[in-house]
């Protein structure tokens, strides 16, 4: 194999960082620069070669045994990468999840000539053994990546060109790396996005092979890309969103942390068993339209469709429904990922915004959702019940105790999710004994002889800053920074882009009379969807319940039915340039499907322009 000829500016770079162990902006790559920090870090020379430990044929087969789903699924994939590498002369790579060689297929000339650099199944290509490289650079980066020549870490390696994609699993995890190399100087040009198309493929195959016992959702934009390896899959199991493959959570713009806490009608309008089957359209929430199919697990069918079920009741706080948009539901997700892991969570927000409708969908979407919901409201309970109703006490304990005790309310919440709300009302001398609680995990009750364990999920609420630093703190400090190691803002009411969407729905949730829910009046809606809702979610619940049952089953609702501080209020300002421009951005992106491109040549504007806005204004990202 020739020695291949490094372009001046990387040699150059390469002297840099070896004598300097930096290098100018812009003359390398920002993911082959970090590449070069790590292996720096390893104590590796840039001079010398890579360690050439191969596996013995016994550990070889051992690992392909382990793989042999991955293996069985690529191979068609990489007999047709390598056909379409044509006369480049590569070698197309199956890797597994740590970077060992386990497959090779192509030129048998520059097979043996890449085996002179360990380039061969039984090697690792990890980093920590190669060096800067495609295969493992690409596990460690998380993405497809291109490493040529020179960008090698170790001098001998710079006589490769490779090209590799992670194949990764519904849940974001890799499974393994599919790799195309040939003698540098010597791959096409487009040779990334080949290794990419096939890595699709493979995964394609992977996630219907992995996810048979689940309700599988194929998404396209175009019907014609259904049952393809570009569609967009998703796995429901009991409608919680299971599995998501990289192409569904980015047309979905859904966060890593999804999988395991959303469920389908988060993301869908309708339910999961009037999704269409055979194809036809399906409309998420955040406006994208797409093409869908939906595979039922082979061993039952779906329930035939139901009459419309009646409005859910509402819960004990009031709202009608939940009322979880976007950035709520990505915080949710969050949450619940930080509170299965042992993570305590703080909630902020003005009163009325939902802090124990989040803390219950934290509690149904968590490990411990079977467990026991406790809810405290520590303003409301007296000062001088709030130490035994808290801790519990024993039978005798004081005069006029209960006969057998109390448990206490720190102990029923044992295997659950205890919910502190204004956690800030707390008497100080009992945040003392709350912070021993949390730090032992053990409670003593009053006339007790010894603590007992205890086990839940923290989750406190306050609708002011818990100032630190100041005397009349209402938390002391060391109980602060037990309880808030995650905190989550919750906004209020006013600040919702979809609050006039939000309106309608909790409004047809409460029409119980048959046929469809009589609209609310334009000039109505118009003022409530500018209206400031100092109560947040509370009162605008509170409003829309009173003026139902004003309006009647089959009426219709007329300001004098509205509550007089609303009558009262300012009528709606006409818009402005900005919302008006936010207004048209919104119906274009609805009426495309979502696809930015699209909409910007409906509107008449560059693409990253209405893109940029688009991102402004919180709304559908490119499809």
């Not at 020695?3 to 812009?26: D, E, N």
């Not at 047709?80 to 740590?98: E, F, H, N, P, Y």
Request: charged share 20%.
């Amino acid at each position: 194999m020739a020695q291949s000829h490094s372009p001046p500016w990387l040699s150059q770079a390469r002297q840099l960082f070896h004598t300097q162990g930096a290098v100018p902006g812009g003359l390398v790559a920002e993911p082959i620069l970090r590449s070069w920090r790590r292996c720096a870090e390893r104590g590796f020379d840039m001079r010398g070669a890579r360690r050439a430990e191969l596996m013995t044929q016994a550990e070889l087969r051992e690992a392909r045994e382990r793989n042999e789903a991955l293996r069985r699924l690529a191979a068609p994939a990489m007999s047709a990468l390598q056909r379409q590498a044509g006369a480049s002369g590569g070698l197309v790579i199956l890797c597994d999840a740590q970077g060992l060689v386990l497959d090779t297929e192509g030129d048998a000339g520059f097979a043996q000539r890449a085996s002179r650099v360990a380039l061969m199944p039984g090697a690792s290509w990890d980093e920590a053994a190669a060096g800067t490289n495609a295969i493992g650079t690409a596990l460690v980066e998380g993405r497809a990546i291109a490493v040529h020549g020179a960008e090698h870490y170790f001098e001998p390696n710079r006589i490769l060109t490779c090209a590799a994609v992670p194949i990764m699993d519904g849940a974001g995890r890799p499974l393994g790396v599919l790799d195309l190399s040939s003698q540098a100087g010597a791959a096409r040009p487009d040779v990334l996005a080949c290794v990419q198309a096939a890595a699709d493929r493979v995964e394609h195959r992977l996630f219907l092979d992995a996810h048979s016992e689940c309700a599988v959702l194929a998404l396209h934009a175009r019907p014609a890309g259904l049952g393809a390896p570009g569609e967009a899959l998703l796995a429901f199991h009991d409608g919680l969103l299971v599995a998501a493959n990289r192409i569904a959570l980015q047309a979905l713009d859904l966060p890593p942390t999804a999988l395991g806490v959303y469920r389908y009608g988060d993301l869908f309008e309708g339910d999961l068993a009037r999704c269409p089957v055979s194809g036809g359209r399906l409309r998420a929430h955040r406006g994208a339209v797409f093409h869908a199919r939906l595979r039922w697990p082979s061993e039952r069918a779906p329930a035939p469709p139901r009459e419309p079920a009646a409005p859910p009741a509402a819960p004990r706080n009031g709202m009608p429904l939940a009322s979880f948009d976007a950035p709520a539901l990505e915080a949710l997700a969050r949450a619940v990922h930080l509170c299965d892991a042992g993570v305590s969570i703080l909630l902020q927000g003005e009163t009325g915004v939902g802090k124990e409708v989040f803390a219950r969908a934290l509690h149904a979407r968590s490990r411990r959702a079977q467990g026991p919901f406790v809810a405290v409201n520590c303003a409301a309970l007296p000062e001088s019940l709030i130490e035994s109703e808290l801790f519990g006490y024993e039978d005798g304990a004081f005069t006029g105790a209960r006969r057998q005790g109390n448990k206490g309310l720190l102990r029923q919440a044992h295997g659950g999710m205890l919910f502190l709300d204004e956690i800030g009302d707390m008497p100080l001398a009992l945040q003392a004994r709350l912070l021993r609680v949390l730090q032992t995990r053990e409670v003593s009750p009053l006339g007790a002889a010894r603590p007992v364990a205890v086990d839940f999920a923290l989750v406190c609420a306050t609708h002011r800053p818990l100032a630190q630093g100041s005397p009349d703190a209402p938390v002391r400090s060391d109980l602060y920074f037990r309880i808030a190691e995650y905190t989550v803002e919750l906004p209020p009411l006013r600040t919702r882009a979809d609050l006039r969407g939000l309106l309608r729905q909790w409004w047809e949730s409460l029409h119980g009379g048959p046929g469809p829910a009589p609209a609310l009046p334009p000039d109505i809606e118009d003022l409530l969807a500018a209206y400031r809702w100092p109560g947040n979610y509370r009162q605008m619940a509170a409003v829309l319940r009173t003026l139902r049952v004003l309006a009647g089953p089959g009426g219709a609702a007329t300001r004098d039915m509205l509550p007089a501080e609303l009558r009262a209020a300012p009528p709606p300002a006409a818009p402005n340039l900005k919302e008006m421009e936010a207004s048209a951005i919104r119906q274009a992106l609805q009426a495309h499907g979502g696809n930015v491109s699209a909409a910007a040549r409906a509107l008449g504007v560059h693409r990253s322009t209405l893109y940029r806005r688009a991102a402004a204004l919180g709304l559908a990202r490119e499809r």
